[in-house]
């Protein structure tokens, strides 16, 4: 699918890039050769990009009724993680089959399927709130303080950066764990497996 090769090489440099100029916004003191208002510029007008890529993204997947590939089904969940699990645990090393067939009606595991609904439903909504109200803080002073200011919204912000930042280094060694290490790399740049 097109669509959602390009879906997921725009979301991956505009979170790379939104947590590189965080961590410089983050930390000026340290990164003082850059812009302050520059990257603070860059880092909202890329969390746009990235929100509108989301919203287009939801659209499309509702729309084609791709969603469900997102949504775990609470029959027997538990038990097909545990087995996922044991399988990235020590099946993997052994060179054992992949315990659940990737399919187009169903091409993800239980453990993505859990970890990209808790990411879409979760992490990335706390993420786009909590920089928005970052973002308002000198426009909205009064209603942005009474949730604590940055002193609460800016560590949240960045808790939550580093859970993406995390999610992305899991998510580049797990495509390495195919049969050859870039096939799952070949599979999102050409849309063949």
Do not use: C
């Amino acid at each position: 699918e097109p669509y959602r090769r390009f879906w997921h090489w725009l979301q991956t440099p505009s979170i790379v890039i939104l947590l590189f100029k965080g961590l410089i916004i983050h930390r000026p003191d340290i990164f003082g050769v850059f812009s302050f208002p520059r990257m603070v510029t860059v880092h909202n007008v890329i969390a746009v990009i990235l929100v509108l890529n989301a919203v287009f993204s939801l659209f499309y997947h509702v729309v084609t009724d791709q969603i469900r590939q997102f949504i775990p089904h609470p029959y027997g969940f538990f038990d097909d993680a545990i087995v996922q699990a044991k399988y990235y645990i020590s099946g993997i090393f052994k060179g054992e089959g992949h315990p659940f067939e990737k399919l187009p009606t169903s091409r993800m595991n239980p453990i993505q399927k859990f970890t990209y609904f808790m990411i879409l439903n979760v992490l990335l909504p706390l993420q786009i709130i909590t920089g928005s109200l970052m973002w308002a803080v000198q426009k909205f002073p009064a209603f942005t303080n009474a949730l604590g200011g940055l002193p609460i919204l800016a560590p949240f912000h960045s808790l939550v950066a580093w859970l993406f930042g995390t999610f992305i280094i899991v998510h580049v060694y797990m495509t390495t764990t195919g049969a050859t290490p870039l096939e799952a790399m070949r599979a999102m740049v050409t849309g063949y497996e």
